[in-house]
């Protein structure tokens, strides 16, 4: 079954570095997203993704964030200067449309703690 | 605004057991889907059933069921026959027609017991 994969599964860097999370979106969809969840928290939306530009974010998606799909198959998400605040789980997902009713599969993850 | 409410932070079963785990949602629009996913300690986001606001019946699949209630706004997971596996925290989720994101509830967490 098709899936879509994250690297790395945990990374732990020091305050003020930068960060990318990279994720293979499952190959025949066309809308990417990255959520993140605080430990203990509820998911939140970042940003989304169509045609090689963004199609939403949400408040959390400041200018510390970017993403970018280099090339046909990987998207990135790279975090500027990271902050103690920025330790949370990333999720990478895909949908094939945009539709309500078309799934949005997640990633496993990338685990990122700021120290 | 687009909201999902998840009143329950936990919920305690037995093996074998139904239990249903709420989810109330708010939206203003009429196109919109809602979703379940399965969250276990090892921390990825599965998907689990889908419900759509034009969907006359119930949507199943396997053990589980999703009670769609729509004037009450509210789209509760029933799990019939509960298992030691089905132990994880679950989230309940909306998208709607104006937007590409899922919005989540704050999830409940489920303990199943032998």
Known sequence: EPEVTQTPSHQVTQMGQEVILRCVPISNHLY??????????????L???YNNEISEKSEIFDDQFSVERPDGSNFTLKIRSTKLEDS???????SNRV???????FGE????TVV | AQKITQTQPGMFVQEKEAVTLDCTYDTSDQSYGLFWYKQ???GEMIFLIYQGSYDEQNATEGRYS??????RKSA???ISASQLGDSAMYFCAMRTQAGTALIFGKGTTLSVSS
Do not use: D
């Open chain 1, 47 to 49: 940003v989304s993704f």
């Open chain 2, 40 to 42: 276990p300690s090892s």
């Open chain 2, 66 to 71: 999703l009670n769609f209630q729509k004037a």
């Open chain 1, 109 to 112: 993850g990338s685990w990122l």
């Open chain 1, 88 to 94: 949370a789980m990333y999720f990478c997902a895909s």
């Open chain 1, 32 to 45: 990417f997203y990255w959520y993140r969840q605080i430990l203990g928290q509820k998911v939140e939306f």
């Open chain 1, 99 to 105: 539709m309500p009713g078309n799934t949005i599969y």
């Open chain 2, 76 to 78: 509760n997971l029933v």
